[in-house]
């Protein structure tokens, strides 16, 4: 009767031991945590001021970038959110390319205009987006699609309900 | 010893043939002063420009702001203001605004954007004029077409004339995102083929006229069948030449007036770049978007082209090439170093001047009687203020004795 080697079992379960914490370390969630409070940062920086009681639930970022017809689309969107002060929404398009009078109201007390276009080095979303956050950290990020603009719209919507 | 005698004299004459050659005088600019106009917004490029106003003889800078505060400001160099005009009406027309030329305080032309219509305004803010250039398009027959004016500002109308740059078959209403990349390949495909430059006549009559030129000049002269050229469509109505260029290419071609068809070709040579963006394939299976920002954004490639009517000068602007920059972030996307060409009116280089990076906007120049301005107000510079527009002032120095 063949008995199998178990010998290897000394440093098999030990290394996959290594790879499972690795795979689980909290990298991933420290950079997480890192961007959230660079983002934080960022809107407090500029004006934004969070709920008291509520938490921010997610931040809505408009730019120029890419379709423009998307863009403007979103800005529509965007507008029935001016003042909820549970979402926090950065303009950084620039108002020569796109009519972003709506957020300039004075009601708008959780928008932050991002003058210098300096928003899209604090995270992975480049364009048109939303970041959606759970217990301050970023859960995840819709980055705006011309394909699929009105499953984005809903999907943000969705999760804003 | 006879054969020396041949060999000296021809040595001779080809030292003297070489030393009478003409080159063209140099020609300089020199920084005279900064200038800003508190605005309340800051205008960009293609909506800024200078005119000179027949009604009083006198020259103009104007800047306008028309999607969001939808206003036009006509100002003197001085800074004193003469004209603020509300462009409200926009908002009723429903439109954005693909192009801008002030011709007048009572002749405001905008060109919308994807929608083909053309639009007068007076001081009054007010349309007096409006041309639907759909139905004129249409009578080119090859589907729908779309125009464009030069991507960084200037002239779009002369002598009663429009000349823009176009494309076929795009989504007029619908822009395709990179994503759609089938949309963008089938555009680009069709858009090689067809004409690409468009003129209207006798635009203020009731008879206007179309013609279109141009045809497949993308496949012709910037990258071959297979390639896109994306990016910018760059040209530059002068006061006797139209001229086509473009971030893919080296050259730049001068068009007839006549028959709007490539009649020669310069090279934009310089010392410090290498010039003209690589094409994209077509058919490239893992295309991205990724890759034509990279492109645009870090090589070398002609970016504004403007004609000094005082002068008799043209401008080019060059950016470098800076893939081999160890601080790419900090020099990408016109941060970087650029070339300010200078050519005479014959398009002879009469110099090349290094400009400085992150200082000035190379796509923002504005000729003015007193010199050349350069806009120093981009919202990648740490000085951007989000309500001005600034711009240095240069005095532009020819030789006396040069032609021009």
Known sequence: MIRPNMSFLKWWFPLLLIIEIGCHSPAAKENSAAEMEHVFSFLEENGYQPSSDKATRMVLVLTDVSCPTCNKSYALFLEKYVADPTIAIVVSASPAALDISAFNDEKATNVVVDHRNQFRNLTSLKGSGAILLKANRIDTIVELSAQRLDKDFQFIEEQLK | ?404
Not at chain 2, 41 to 60: C, L, R, T
Not at chain 2, 129 to 153: C, W
Not at chain 2, 327 to 346: A, C, F, K, Q
């Open chain 2, 1 to 404: 010893m006879e054969q020396y005698k041949y060999i000296v004299l021809l040595t001779v004459f080809l030292v003297v043939g070489c030393s009478n050659a003409q080159e063209p005088k140099q020609a300089s600019i020199t920084p005279v002063k900064n200038l800003e106009w508190q605005l309340g917004y800051s205008p960009i490029e293609q909506h800024s420009g200078s005119f000179i106003n027949k009604a009083d003889g006198e020259e103009y800078i104007y800047f306008s702001e028309p999607s969001t505060k939808k206003v036009l400001d006509i100002l003197t160099l001085d800074g004193e203001l003469k004209w603020h005009i509300s462009l409200a009406a926009l908002n009723s027309l429903n439109e954005r605004v693909e192009g801008f030329q002030v011709l007048s305080p009572d002749s405001i032309l905008v060109v919308s954007m994807y929608t083909n219509h053309l639009y007068c305004f007076n001081s009054k803010g007010e349309v007096w004029k409006h041309i639907d250039l759909n139905p004129l398009l249409e009578k080119l027959g090859g589907g729908k077409h779309e125009v464009f004016v030069p991507s960084y500002g200037g002239h779009f109308y002369k002598n009663d004339a429009l000349l823009f740059l176009g494309t076929s078959s795009i989504e007029l209403e619908n822009e395709p995102s990179w994503e759609q990349i089938d949309i963008i390949r089938s555009t680009y495909n069709i858009a090689n083929k067809s004409p690409q430059c468009f003129q209207f006549s006798n635009i203020f009559s009731d008879s206007i006229k179309v013609r279109s030129g141009l045809t497949a000049y993308t496949t012709k002269y910037l990258c071959g069948k297979d390639s896109m050229a994306l990016g910018a469509f760059q040209y530059l109505l002068a006061k006797d030449k139209l001229i086509r260029y473009s971030e893919h290419s080296n050259q730049f071609h001068l068009v007839s007036n006549s028959t709007l068809e490539v009649v020669d070709t310069v090279f934009a040579r310089s010392e410090h770049t290498s010039v003209g963006c690589t094409p994209l394939l077509v058919e490239l299976k893992n295309f991205e978007s990724g890759a034509i920002v990279e492109t645009r954004q870090t090589q070398g490639c002609m970016v504004q082209m403007v004609h000094d009517h005082y002068r008799n000068l043209y401008y080019l602007s060059v950016k470098h090439d800076v893939r081999n920059r160890k601080d790419l972030e900090n020099v990408r996307d016109g941060r970087g170093p650029w070339s300010l060409m200078i050519y005479n009116s014959d398009l002879e280089l009469m110099n090349e001047i290094l400009m400085p990076e992150q200082t000035y906007a190379p796509e923002n120049l504005i000729v003015c009687k007193q010199g050349l301005l350069i806009g120093t107000n981009r919202r990648e510079y740490k000085t951007y203020e989000h309500d001005k527009a600034k711009y240095e002032l240069f005095e532009v120095v020819v030789p006396a004795t040069s032609d021009n």
